[in-house]
């Protein structure tokens, strides 16, 4: 039996608005395990009470005078690393923002809503707040220089491709996760289906940020899309899911319409359990993120005969969705995740020698 958390969190708060700086405190100090301990103004004034304070996790704005939200973060990821939770505007501009703090190393982020900050957001942001606190910093465990880089993914005859596609889950850490695995497969890698746990409006730059900083094809997956060698298609989400249908010799993403499944759209599960028919030609992959989503569908796949990998709990952000599978059965493999690229190389290659 898991220790229910009753921790109380100490969170120092980071806006240039005494306005949202007062309705956040007010908001936050009504959660149980939540401590507002100070606010700051600027990115100047924070550092000054993460000294003075030493918070257990910050709340950031983006947008702020003097140093950005931005530029503030990728400092203290690289002198005094903490979690974080961005607060970023609904806009273009802060879409890339969101992507680029989710990238850089932050827990996670939150859409300030145009309407203000009511009771509905507030309770939902100490929640988030909640669990970045209780999550591990990315950069208190570099995701590279843990191992060397993996030959295999360098290779430029990867070609063998031995006919099956690969599907994974994440949420919580996923942005940063999914970079770091991308960055190191090859341009003609095995077909790629992600559904990653996302604000639709963020998605378009997420895409856009992998597609130009990785040697495969990165695109929103639409309904009829034929998987291609190269490729990596990440579920729109909004709503509906991505399944996987095989259809002759091919595979096709499809749309989904229907409720939330586990809470989300697009969700996990309904990704993995699109391709049962087809374990054989699979390999399931589930990475960081929170709650149980994926996991099931993940133990079904290994039951019709896919490979199936989970990150390791050491470099998770949050260590939920792959102990929720881990612990139901569905792994064949736990890896670090600057090691998962390798491993997808090595059950996808004609030529690799699979034990």
Request: net charge positive.
């Amino acid at each position: 039996m898991r220790v229910t958390d009753t921790k109380r969190y100490k969170v120092l708060l980071v806006d240039d608005s005494p306005s949202i700086l007062h309705l956040l405190t007010k908001g936050l100090s009504n959660h149980p395990q939540i401590e507002v301990i100070g606010t700051a103004k600027d990115a100047y004034d924070a550092r000054e009470k993460i000294k003075a304070l030493n918070p257990d996790v910050i709340t950031l704005d983006v947008e702020m005078p003097r140093m950005s939200g931005l530029d503030f973060l990728e400092r203290l990821m690289r002198l005094r690393p903490m979690p974080v939770v961005m607060l970023s505007s609904v806009t273009l501009e802060g879409s890339a923002a969101a992507v680029r703090a989710l990238s850089l190393g932050a827990v996670d982020v939150q859409v300030k809503p145009v309407t203000g900050l009511d009771e509905t957001f507030l309770q939902e942001f100490a929640a988030r707040v909640v669990t970045a606190a209780r999550s591990r910093s990315r950069s208190h465990r570099p995701m590279t220089g843990l191992h060397p880089a993996p030959s295999v993914t360098k290779r430029a005859d990867f070609g063998r491709w031995n006919g099956k596609i690969v599907l994974i889950g994440a949420s919580t850490g996923g942005v940063a996760a999914l970079e770091t695995v991308l960055k190191s497969m090859p341009k003609d890698g095995p077909p790629i289906v992600v559904s990653q746990h996302m604000p639709e409006m963020f998605l378009r730059s997420f895409v856009d940020r992998l597609d130009q900083k990785n040697a495969m094809t990165v695109r929103v997956a639409s309904d009829g899309d034929v998987l291609k060698q190269g490729h990596v298609y990440l579920a729109p989400g909004g709503d509906r899911h991505t399944i996987v249908e095989k259809r002759g010799k091919s595979f096709v993403c499809c749309d989904k319409i229907g409720p939330k499944t586990n809470g989300h759209y697009p969700s996990v599960d309904e990704l993995f359990h699109s391709a049962v028919s087809f374990g054989e030609l699979v390999v399931g992959v589930i990475l960081t993120g929170l709650g149980r989503d994926g996991a099931a569908g993940l133990k079904a796949l290994r039951d019709a005969g896919a490979a199936t990998l989970g990150q390791n709990k050491e470099t998770c952000t949050v260590y939920g969705m792959p102990r929720a599978a881990f612990e139901l059965g569905a792994i064949d493999t736990q890896v670090p995740i600057d090691a998962v690229a390798k491993h997808i190389c090595r059950l996808t290659d004609k030529a690799a020698v699979v034990v």
